[in-house]
Each structure stands twice: as structure tokens, then as C-alpha cells.
């Protein structure tokens, strides 16, 4: 009996040994893997907003983080973009408070927009940059002032195109009727 005891003990070690060996290759192979999220976690985390918007048929996302204060749409610095009126109506949210001005100084933007007609978009995009500068300051104030300025800033448009009827070119107007 002590026998088979002593037979079953070394069996253990034995594979105990082979497990050992076999953690300890597979220790040396794991180095450099374990060492790249250490690496990862070094970077600094910094604070990034998403915010987006619509209007009638566009849709618009931006993104803001600290930066430069350059404001990008579809890619393209935004002082490219033509006619200046559409520009003015993107930019809009940046000049009606001090606040939104001084914070949007040192925070890159970033907006992709698509969808509907240039006007549409440029509303869009604008509604997309002041949620995304409302998201980033601490308080409402921000917030509070776009929505005395102007509500269609802070709050979508729910009117949509009403579809078309029969008997008729659009949704309401009809064939006219001749009766001579």
C-alpha cells in the first residue's frame, strides 16, 4: 500500500513539474504582450463630447475635443465653406454669448453632415455644434442662453414633409377642374 502511495506522489510531481515548466514558457512568451496595455493606459484620457442634429432631411454628428479651436466640417475647415450666409448660420452658435466664444476657442470641432439641401445642413450643423459646446461647459448657463436666443439650437424641428396624395402634384394642392 505504501507502495502505490509513493507511486501516485511522484506521478503528482512529475506532472506538477511538466505544469511548471509549461507556465514557465509560457511566462517568458507573455512579456511582451503585458507590457502593451500598461502602455496604453499611460495615455492621458481626455474628455470627448458627441452631440448630433437634424433638420427636415440632414443629419449632422460633431465631436468636440480640446484643441486649437479649428471647427471641421465633412473634413473641411469651415472658413471653406461657400456661400458666406451658410457659414454665418453654422458658425452662429460661437457668437451669441462670451462664454461659447472663449470655450470654442480651446476645443477642436469636428462635423459630418449629410442628407437634405445646404441650407438644412448648414442648420444642422449649427444645432449640432451648440449641444456639443452645451455638453462641455459644467453648468446650464450655456444651455440656457441658446434657448433664449434661439430654440431650434438646443431643440430639433419635429415638422417633416408631409407625403403626397393622390390626385394631385404635392400633398394639398389638386388638378384643377375645368368645367366648360
Known sequence: MIFMAEAATATTEAQDAHAGQKAQAEAQAKPAKARRPAARKAKKQEQVVFA????????????????????RVNSALIETVKPRELQMLMLRPLYISPIAKDMAAGVDITVSVHGGGKSSQAQAVGGAIARVLAGMSEGDTLRHEYMRYDRSLIIDDSRRVEPKKFLGRKARARNQTSYR
Not at 52 to 71: D, I, N, Q
Open 52 to 71: 448630433f442634429s437634424k433638420r427636415k432631411e440632414s443629419v449632422a454628428r460633431a465631436s468636440a475635443r480640446k484643441g486649437t479651436g479649428a471647427v
